[in-house]
């Protein structure tokens, strides 16, 4: 949710600045780790829509996209024979910035190898290096287009060609034996494959969908884990069994053994699926000792986490690794120890997906420059104005929530009733936290089982003849819109108002009650674009949207003091760009965008900033105009990752900041 600038009696003063600051990146640390590559030179993480980094425990360095390789890095392999060449295989399913990409130094620069690789979808998640020269290496392609853009490509000539081979799966990751190298495995959706000639002829070995596979450095025993548990091979990947005594609530995520002698020990990480009423999806890791016959699950549990990739140290069979999904990269030094210790070695990892911000400006009432961010697995991060410090919590599972590790949809934050409280969206349900989302608990009305919630926002004003302060709280759901004035505690359902709203954008017309505006896309021709209301939500009309394309104005609006002038953002197809209304919705204008590129259109948030001028945050980086739309300039600088989400205001008087969620990026700010 975007929270807009509300005004007092016109525009907020704010300082003119004759250059543009560059963005500087907040927090949080963290990100959805899905692979831990450790080579002789560094670490190497990345992960689902997140920077990938490298470096060493809490002095990490984020590959940035200039460097040549974009987010979301599902996989590293590093050259046994020299360790300064790396593949990354890329999964990037709506930017289609996928693909596979090579460094020959290290991690400094990369590039993108494309001959001979599937170009019907880009979509990466494996790779493996042959051990014993530098130019034959393995990737593994998901991509749901039929053969030949699914399954495993081999290269020969160190990446500058790839043949595809004769296995067409769905492949999660891809492991070469140490001991001969014409022998590779694929884990897969369809099983484990093999194949003992370099490629050309593969065959199933182990059913069951597999998501991880590790082999032994004396090649023979193989490992393989998925939503079944673990599977193993103890003579080189002929013959399969299913390995211990894993509790069937266990989904398997990733497997990793242990480098020096005894060489028995084995770890898998994952997610625990038991009962009682919720889905839980707590991360887990389990330990044998005992090349995998039985097991034992460490106590360290990750709430709402799941573990999603793990690795021992090359040269400490105590010391491993786990990255979790949406907290980043955990350590412990006595992984052998009846009962481990983990601590979080994100110190300068920030590659946290970032979907939403809630922030407050302090201009009327008690105020606050608190900000919040929601990110995925269920987590609400909160940033201490004082501290500048990034604290993450969990939001719990409820009836009629959304459960699991679903990403928060939306947030809203409100610093009058009482102080400091924040709601998040839970799929039928709304949940609050009065304590910075330390805890966490459920409004008591629900909207109706099935009826989705799809936005949140609070609104503040002055009430008049009394001057006091007021909020209200409005939800948007898939039948129409719900509005509380006490906190959250009661809910009533406002008829004729707009179904499936997106954004909700307030201006304070003092000393009136606020206007608010809804963006809706729909379906439904002819009821979707901007709604207005004059009296705190409880009532509604649709403008004539004159000029705005059908069905939707998009999810991004923002509106000036007068409340006449409106910037709206779309990013639907050929109809993305920035609108603009000087008349409360009734007309809209296209500003033109004309020599951006095409994500740099994918308008995701729009705020009015100082002396006039707009920011829109964009797929493909922030936007600004100082002349009423009539020109755009990237205003991208300091952004390590250029895919942005909402875009919301922060600060006290004398002291304000833009704030921007990136897709992997965590957040950043700059001056307002």
Sequence with gaps: M???TLVVGGMLAASA?????PWFTTGPVGGRIREIEINPLAIFVGGNRMTPHF????????????SGLPPNARDFAWSPVNPSILYAANMEQELLTGGVFQTADGGATWVELTSGLSVKGKEYRAAACNPTNSVTAYVGNTASAPAPAQGVYVTSDGGATWAHTSLAQF??????????????????????FSTEDGGSNWAQVSPGSSFDIVVHPLGTEVYAVGDGGVTRSLDGGHSWSQAGSLPSSFVGRGVSLAPTAPLTTVFASGADNSPPALFSNDGVIHRSTDAGTTWTQLSTVFPHNPCEAVAVDPVSNNTLYAGVDGRGLFRSLDALAPNPTFSDVNGGLIGTRVLEIAAQVQVIGPGSDKVFAGGDSRTVWFRDPTTGVW???DVPDIPNGCNGWAPIGAIAFDPDVPQNRVYVEDCQRIQFSDDDGATWSPTVSGFGLGNDVTEIAVGRGIAPGSGQSFSTLLVGTATGAFRSTDGGLTFQAVAGSPAFVED??????????????????TPAAGVGGMWISVNDGQAWTRPANAGLPSPELSTAFDVSGAGAEIYGGSSTGTL?????????GASWTLTPLGGLTSLQRQVVGV??????SVLASTRGGVLRTTNQGTTWTAFSNGLFNTRCGKIAVAGVAGSMFNYVATEGGGVSRVPR
């Design 576 to 584: 993305e760009g920035v609108y603009r209304s000087t008349d409360f």
């Design 391 to 393: 604290t993450a919590n």
């Design 504 to 521: 909700f954008s307030f201006v304070l017309q003092y000393p009136n009650v606020p206007t608010i505006l809804a963006a809706v896309p």
């Design 607 to 612: 705020t009015i900033g100082a002396g006039g």
């Design 55 to 66: 470096g060493f425990v809490n002095a990490w360095s984020r590959i940035r996209e200039a």
């Design 17 to 21: 600045r004759s250059q543009s600051p």
């Design 2 to 4: 975007k929270l807009s």
């Design 171 to 192: 492949v999660n990751a891809l492991a070469v034996s140490p001991t001969d190298p014409d022998t590779v495995f694929a884990a897969t959706n369809g099983g484990v």
